[in-house]
Structure formats: C-alpha cells, structure tokens
C-alpha cells in the first residue's frame, strides 16, 4: 500500500528548452485529487510537452514535478497508477479491438477480464470482435480511453481525447470521465473544445507560450472576467436611453442586435431595471450573463476566434 497524497499532479518551475526554442517555460500548478483539470492552450502552447514530461517520456530542463506523490525523475515510482493517451492511440490495424486491449494487457500484467466491461464503458461493447483497421476515427478515440483504463488508474491523463468524435460521442466520454472522477480518478484532459471542458472541469491549467497564466478553479477563472447584463425593450428606440442610463451609472454598454450590453455584475440587474422602469421603459428581457471559457480563454490567450 502507499500513502495517497491530497495531490494527483504538482509541478514547480517545470522548464523545457530545446536548443534556444523555450517550450515549456516554469509551469508552475497543481491538480487536486478525484478532480477533472481542464488543460487549454492554443497549439504550440507546450501541452503536450507538459504532459510527456508529467509521464517522464523527456526529461525537463528545469524545475520539478510529482505525480500521486512520486517525483517524475522516478516514473516507474508511480506509472502503473497512471492511465495514459498522447498524441492519439496506437494500435494493430489487423486485430480487433478486444484482441488489441489482450495484447496490452499482456504487456503490461494487467487483466484481460475487464477487457469487455472496459469496451462497453468507452461505447465500443458490439464493435470489440471489429478489426482496428474498420474503425472510424472516433472509435479509434475510444478505443485508446479503453487501453488507458486498462491499468485501472489513479490518473488518467488524456490529450484531446475527443477528436473526431460526434456530439453524441464527446458527450458519452464526458459523462464517462465525470464518473470516472466522481468515483476518485483523476482526470487531466487536454482539449481545444473549450466548451466541452468548461462543462466536465473542476478546474483549469491555461498555457500561453509555454507559461501558465492561470491555473485553479474553473469558476474562479470565469467569475474573474466582467459579467454582462443583456437588457431588451419593448420599444428598440428605448435601447440608445438605456445604454446612457448605464453610462450615467458609471457601467459601459453597447447595442448588438436588438439588445443592450451592458458591463456590470449580476447584483447590478435590478438596479438597471428600477432605473429603467423610473424612465419610463419597459423591459422585455434582463439576464445577467457570464463570459463562456471560451469567450475568456481568447480574451487571456489574446488568439481571435
């Protein structure tokens, strides 16, 4: 037995240089255990590097890292609680499925009972007798989840582990990696379906050129960035008065289809609708709304959609 850490994923000052080119610069973070951490960067921010050297595949240049307690200069310390998919899942195209899984098993001392239970939870339960080579690229997805379930990790690390799948699809693995997390997996996913992850995460490690910029709670992050009130009249023409209403307060606004935008937080909504209703307007709509990640990932990234 081993002691279990409060933390699945620490990282102090983790560097990587290759040559002059700085890759991962500092990384700095932690993931809490039985959580979801969201990792999100544009491409090229080092979130691939960050996780290859989390898995001890390169060593960093600088700084330092534990994974379930362990230090990454040990991987073999703590790799066999850990779950695995990077840079997408490698497989036999002439063997099925399951008969892929049974060759992992194998390899790495793990069961091959589990083997049909670990298909049916990823989706691929009347496909596993398929060959590899007749899989979509979103059972191909699937099929790499399943081969890092195999270990029955403590972390599962996973990098963009919804490519190429369908709604459907990415909203079977999202509420398989809610369960997995619920039932105290931890889950580090890469993704650049910032909706996706903003709906699963717990929390959020944000890279921008190799550096983080933000890494804790989702909702911290969102409710960090200035809510908007989005008001309607009844009459258009109340829109420009409504607008100067919001100024005279002090809020800045604007009118975007038909709606007022105004910046302010959400306490501020009926404070506009009393200031509103004493100016004679009458309201059809007021909804305070938060930025999505989305919107706040490219405002911090400073990447246009």
Same mark, same amino acid.
């Given at each position: 037995m081993f002691n279990k850490p409060e933390i699945a994923i620490s990282a102090t000052d983790l560097t990587k240089k290759y040559g002059? %080119?700085?890759?991962?610069?500092?990384? /700095?973070?932690?993931?809490?255990?039985?959580?979801?951490? $969201?990792?999100?960067?544009?491409?090229? +921010?080092?979130?691939?590097?960050?996780?290859?050297?989390?898995?001890?595949?390169? +060593?960093? /240049?600088?700084?330092?890292?534990?994974?379930?307690? !362990?230090?990454?200069?040990?991987?073999?310390?703590?790799?066999?609680?850990?779950?695995?998919?990077?840079?997408?899942?490698?497989?036999?195209?002439?063997? +099925?499925?399951?008969?892929?899984?049974?060759?992992?098993?194998?390899?790495? *001392?793990?069961?091959?009972?589990?083997?049909?239970?670990?298909?049916?939870?990823?989706?691929? *339960?009347?496909?596993?007798?398929?060959?590899?080579? /007749?899989?979509?690229?979103?059972?191909?997805? %699937?099929?790499?989840?399943?081969?890092? @379930?195999?270990?029955?990790?403590? @972390?599962?690390?996973?990098?963009?582990?919804?490519? $190429?799948?369908?709604?459907?699809?990415?909203?079977?693995? %999202? !509420?398989?990696? %809610? /369960?997995?997390?619920?039932? *105290?997996?931890?889950?580090?996913?890469?993704?650049?379906?910032? +909706? !996706?992850i903003e709906m699963i995460s717990d929390s959020l490690v944000m890279l921008r050129k190799g550096e983080v910029i933000f890494a804790g709670k989702t909702q911290d992050l969102l409710l960090r960035q200035q809510p908007t009130i989005m008001a309607r009249s009844l009459d258009p023409k109340d829109l420009l008065r409504l607008v100067q209403i919001a100024h005279d307060a002090g809020h800045e606004g604007s009118i975007i289809n038909d709606t007022a935008h105004i910046l302010g937080p959400t306490q501020w909504a009926p404070v506009l609708n009393r200031l509103a209703f004493d100016s004679g307007i009458v309201l059809a709509q007021l909804a305070p709304v938060l930025p999505s990640l989305e919107e706040t990932f490219f405002e911090m990234t400073g990447d246009q959609k």
């Open positions: 002059d %080119r700085v890759a991962v610069s500092h990384a /700095t973070f932690e993931v809490s255990l039985g959580t979801v951490c $969201g990792f999100v960067g544009p491409n090229g +921010s080092g979130k691939t590097t960050t996780m290859r050297m989390l898995l001890g595949l390169i +060593s960093p /240049t600088a700084g330092t890292a534990t994974i379930l307690g !362990e230090s990454i200069n040990h991987p073999e310390r703590y790799l066999h609680r850990v779950g695995a998919m990077i840079e997408g899942p490698a497989f036999y195209p002439a063997l +099925s499925g399951a008969e892929n899984l049974r060759v992992l098993a194998d390899l790495g *001392g793990y069961s091959i009972h589990q083997i049909q239970d670990l298909l049916e939870r990823v989706g691929l *339960g009347d496909r596993g007798d398929s060959k590899y080579k /007749t899989y979509s690229l979103g059972m191909k997805q %699937r099929l790499g989840i399943a081969a890092a @379930l195999l270990p029955n990790p403590h @972390l599962l690390v996973l990098d963009e582990p919804t490519n $190429g799948l369908d709604p459907a699809g990415i909203q079977e693995i %999202r !509420e398989l990696l %809610r /369960t997995l997390a619920d039932d *105290g997996t931890t889950v580090f996913i890469s993704s650049h379906l910032l +909706s !996706e």
